[in-house]
Every structure is written in C-alpha cells, then in structure tokens.
C-alpha cells in the first residue's frame, strides 16, 4: 500500500486519525493478515517501509517482523537527528 500526499488528505486514512503540525505528521496504522486471502499458503509480513520525502530531505524507516528488539531500522538524511521515546515513538528532526 503506498499513501502519496492524497493518503493524508483523508482519502487513504482517515482524517481524525492524521495529526498534523509545524514539522510533524502522525498516524497510526496496524499491518493484520488478509483474512480473504484468495491464494494458496500462509499469508506473512517480511516489512513495512515507510518513506517520507519533502523540502528538507528524505527518511526510510523499515519495520521488520524479525526485529527481536521491536525496533525499527532508521536511515535518516544527512544532519537529522534521532530519538527514540520511552514509549517506542520515534522523533526525527533536522
């Protein structure tokens, strides 16, 4: 699934659920198996990759069903800054 800037505009997701402000954009999602799959096998999840690009650069955060830790792998741009919440929130800033 790919949201563009149409995603967040309430098409994709709902508008309630995106939360907007100088600087940050934030959303909840959950990844769940499809319970209609129409193919053979068992449906899985490898990752979730989520890309963001804008004025001030591009981000790639990767979510990996076999992160023992529950954390993701973040490649920031050059000059960015990364905090990790107690809570498990992650907070990029340049």
Avoid: C, H, W
Wanted: charged share 25%.
């Amino acid at each position: 699934m790919t949201l563009d800037d149409y995603g967040f505009s309430g098409d994709s997701l709902p508008a309630a659920d995106i939360r907007r402000g100088e600087g940050i954009t934030k959303f909840p999602f959950k990844a769940v198996e499809d319970l209609q799959l129409d193919e053979e096998g068992d449906p899985s999840l490898e990752a979730i990759t989520i890309t963001v690009t804008g004025p001030n650069g591009d981000l790639e955060t990767v979510l990996t069903s076999g992160n023992a830790s529950g954390r993701s792998v973040t490649t920031p741009t050059n000059d960015a800054t990364v905090d990790v919440g107690a809570d498990g929130s992650v907070k990029i800033q340049k």
